[in-house]
């Protein structure tokens, strides 16, 4: 993976003066890169606009056209900035079109009542799940990139037709350099729970938009491990929606997802 960890693509966009960086079929979905890939380079362009940036607070995401491995760049600005809450906005784009447009929130800490959310309980331990190397036939190639395993039967194409998908999750690489995209990276790793209901791959599934809220500030999360509890909301007329906790090894939540993604039956 020389040259095209996620470390590696995004020390690039980082020192580029032009926002500009470019990955490999390493990290494919089908077509197009692992979306959150492409989120993770509008962060840290969003990032680079502001000297020193507040912590990370929310992403919104729209994923407008696949992403295909070659170079981009992408085109950040800041649309407002107060007294303690930023909002910048980012597009990434290949060939001269875009990919993605995305609004982050940048906040301050502030003074307020403090209400902290519900730890995570007994999750299922790694040593009682399925390695990704040993389901990675059904897989994309971008689960490369990481280590972890499915915990629960909600696997893609198991024909378990769960609700619910779980599984431990981390980086191949080191991302203390990057707080808030080693969130975001992970946070995208759940494929559509739906997938689950079908008996035969393929059935192909693609991001439509995606929201995720940051409970602490990215900097202070700690550990590499990343407990992920997904649920599928609903699903008709080829797109679902589904709702995901990211959990730190020690049960802390650290951010929360909310996900469209279109499927689309052979």
Excluded at 190 to 208: D, G, I, M, T
């Amino acid at each position: 993976m020389t040259g095209n960890s996620l470390q590696d693509i995004l020390d690039r966009l980082q020192h580029s003066t032009k926002n500009e960086t470019s990955f490999d079929e390493n990290w494919s979905q089908g077509r197009a890169a692992f979306g959150g890939l492409v989120a993770a380079f509008a962060s840290l362009s969003m990032k680079k606009e502001l000297d020193p940036p507040p912590p990370l607070r929310s992403l919104m995401a729209s994923f407008i056209a696949p992403l295909p491995p070659a170079p981009l760049l992408v085109e950040a600005a800041v649309q407002r900035q107060g007294r303690n809450v930023t909002q910048c906005s980012a597009t990434v784009i290949s060939g001269g079109n875009p990919a993605l447009q995305a609004l982050g929130v940048f906040g301050q800490a502030r003074k307020g009542i403090r209400v902290d959310a519900a730890p995570l309980i007994d999750p299922l331990p790694r040593s009682e799940g399925i390695p990704f190397a040993d389901y990675a036939a059904r897989m994309p190639t971008f689960l490369n990139q990481f280590e972890g395993c499915w915990v629960g039967d909600a696997m893609p194409f198991s024909g378990s037709r769960s609700r619910r998908l779980n599984m431990w999750v981390r980086h191949r690489c080191d991302m203390s350099d990057y707080p808030a995209e080693k969130i975001i990276a992970i946070a995208d790793m759940p494929p559509p729970v739906l997938l689950c209901h079908y008996e035969k791959p393929f059935v192909p599934a693609s991001s439509v938009s995606w929201g995720l809220e940051f409970l602490v500030d990215p900097a202070e999360v700690q550990g590499d491990w990343f407990y992920l509890d997904f649920d599928l909301d609903a699903a008709a007329d080829g797109y679902t929606q589904q709702s995901g906790r990211i959990y730190e090894e020690s049960g802390r939540l650290c951010a929360l997802s909310r996900q469209c993604m279109a499927y689309f039956e052979q």
